[in-house]
């Protein structure tokens, strides 16, 4: 199938920088391999991963690594397939992230764009009576909590940490878990948070800055624990699970450089957790379908989002560094 579609609008990056660097440009579209779909975007997640990039904190993997567009994530319809591609067709709601898509691969131009060109073994679809955007705002957070929760094993009647609730895995991770039967304790950073995380389904939910006097957090009261956040929480988390328990770190906001008391490992206790720099189309594609079924349901509803116009992109990424945001942003074209 051809596409007459040969320039389109992106977010390109020149430099690295403050949010200013992002630039809305025309760029040309290269011409369209046997084994790929061209997505005509309709929503693109901003990411913690694209302002840490954007900043330089995180430089992109290659000798080269300007011009660059940033994004590791979007939803859209398939615009176009390659001559080998029999899975997809156009007009197909699908999602693609990471896998090579922005980030610090940047094997491809990211999803901060009109149109995005990917490998088809990439893309996962989901059922057209989803909402875009709400595939949108659940998307890459989605499928991390999907996954680093699986890491903790059967949630059924167990407790469960949620660290960061609020923010974009730790929403998903909430609904996540309190649907596949598990009591969900989530940690906020801010008292106007509460309410919002309780109608997620959390069961009890802690600000940050009491948790570690909070007596359901008491040694050896949980069963399992979320965590993107680490930082200062580190230490009361591990030492809160119960013997057998599992932490499953998903996110480092609040800090990278953490401590606890190594006799911890003794009793035993498991840590663990997950990158999303691991995922491939297979566990995308389950992670989707999993999620996707949940919604259908009714089990989970996708997290809070605000839409910004792609060509604010820079708007974007000043809004969310400013911090306090309950749930997700994302960019329409």
């Not at 011409?31 to 990039?53: F, G, K, M, Q």
């Not at 995180?58 to 899975?87: H, I, L, M, S, T």
């Not at 699970?241 to 498991?270: H, K, N, Q």
């Not at 992109?313 to 911090?323: D, I, P, V």
């Amino acid at each position: 199938m051809t596409s007459t579609t040969s320039n389109a609008h992106a977010i390109v990056m020149r430099a690295y920088g403050a949010p200013d660097v992002l630039a809305y440009a025309e760029v040309p579209l290269a011409p369209l391999a046997a084994d790929e779909v061209r997505i005509r975007s309709i929503a693109a997640a901003v990411n913690h991963t694209d302002l840490e990039i954007r900043a330089g904190n995180w430089p992109v993997k290659k000798p080269q690594p300007f011009p660059y567009v940033p994004g590791v994530e979007v939803v859209g319809r398939v615009d176009e397939v390659g001559n080998a591609v029999e899975e997809f067709h156009r007009g197909d709601h699908v999602i693609t992230m990471m896998q090579g898509l922005g980030g610090v691969r940047a094997e491809r131009p990211g999803g901060y764009a009109a149109y995005v060109t990917v490998s088809a073994g990439t893309v996962a679809p989901f059922p057209a009576g989803i909402d875009d955007h709400d595939m949108a705002a659940i998307g890459l957070v989605g499928v991390t909590a999907f996954e680093g929760l699986r890491r903790i094993g059967t949630l059924a009647g167990r407790r469960i940490v949620v660290t960061g609730a609020a923010g974009g895995i730790g929403s998903a991770a909430t609904a996540i878990a309190r649907a596949q039967g598990a009591s969900v304790i989530a940690v906020v950073s801010r008292s106007a948070q509460v309410d919002y995380v309780r109608a997620l389904g959390a069961d009890e939910v802690i600000v940050s800055r009491e948790a570690r006097d909070a007596p359901i957090l008491e040694a050896g009261s949980v069963d399992g624990v979320l965590d993107a956040v680490a930082g200062e929480l580190f230490a009361p988390l591990v030492a809160a699970l119960r013997p057998g328990g599992t932490l499953s770190l998903v996110g480092t906001v609040g800090g990278s450089d953490v401590r606890f008391d190594a006799f911890e490992l003794i009793r035993p206790v498991t840590l663990t957790g997950y990158s999303s720099e691991t995922l491939n189309g297979a566990t995308l594609r389950n992670a989707v379908a999993a999620l996707a079924d949940l919604m259908v349901h009714g089990r989970i509803k996708a997290p809070a989002y605000r839409t910004m116009p792609l060509a604010d992109a820079a708007q974007a990424h000043a809004l969310m560094e400013r911090g306090g945001l309950t749930g997700r942003l994302l960019l329409v074209p």
